[in-house]
């Protein structure tokens, strides 16, 4: 049940799920032991609170957000725990973590850098000249994208048939470098990581712009994977679980963008 008082909204949870979180248990699991969950507003933000303790990062920082739509999300990841905390499915959390608690000390210039230099080799730009099938669907997914992406920013990716990396010009790095670094850290650390998950700039540029869905950036992330589906058939278990979990993080990503903009 949700409850809204002025700012806050508290999650009531049922008793049989009340257990507490920082117990640690049998396995090194780590279990619930919190009642209730609410986001409230501070005096420079918002933040989540578990049991009306507000949340700390792993380095000791309080948990301060910059929106409402993002203390409600992250608030939400905690209210869904049940019995055990399953923190590695809660990337809202931990990019939040991640973004106030900076452990790689990156400057975000450093995450634009990071980012662009992963351009060259985007799987977006590596064609491969067969079989006959694969072209036709490089350029049915991939095509679309590319030709978006340099009218969007008004810059020009090539492609390459059979090669590992494009040269991408001086300027188009400039161009992008610009764009990119108008963002503050919550905008690149959600971009980031969802440029890491799925291996392509322009991939997640066309997802955060409402160019293609979530399931539509998961497909052409995954193109080769795809056509030997196609082609052979489905891998039980093992395609499932690398499309479901690449769509969870990218998912996340643009979830945490959005949100931390909003």
Wanted: aromatic share 6%; charged share 25%; net charge negative.
């Amino acid at each position: 049940m949700l409850l809204r008082t002025g700012t806050t909204l508290s999650i009531l949870v049922s008793s049989a799920a009340r257990r507490s979180y920082g117990m640690v248990g049998k396995r090194g699991v780590v279990r619930r032991v919190y009642e209730t969950v609410e986001f409230s507003k501070v005096s420079d933000g918002y933040t989540v609170l578990l049991d009306s303790k507000p949340l700390k990062t792993p380095k000791g920082h309080a948990l301060i957000l910059p929106t409402e739509g993002l203390a409600a999300v992250i608030a939400q990841e905690w209210a869904q725990q049940e019995e055990e905390i399953q923190s590695h499915s809660m990337h809202l959390n931990s990019l939040a973590r991640t973004a106030i608690d900076n452990p790689a000390s990156e400057t975000n210039e450093q995450r634009v850098e990071s980012m662009l230099q992963m351009l060259s080799a985007d799987p977006v730009c590596l064609r491969i000249s067969e079989p006959k099938e694969f072209v036709e669907m490089q350029e049915e997914n991939w095509g679309p994208l590319l030709n978006w992406f340099n009218s969007h920013y008004g810059v020009s990716i090539p492609t390459t048939i059979d090669g590992f990396s494009v040269d991408v010009r001086e300027d188009t790095l400039s161009i992008l470098r610009e764009k990119l670094s108008r963002h503050n850290k919550w905008h690149l650390t959600g971009l980031k990581f969802g440029v890491d998950s799925c291996r392509s700039l322009i991939i997640m540029s066309c997802l955060l712009e409402g160019v293609i869905t979530c399931e539509k950036a998961v497909t052409s992330s995954l193109l080769e994977s795809q056509f030997q589906v196609r082609k052979w058939g489905r891998v039980e278990w093992g395609h499932d679980v690398e499309e479901a979990e690449l769509m969870n993080r990218i998912s996340a990503a643009v979830l945490f963008v959005t949100a931390a903009n909003h």
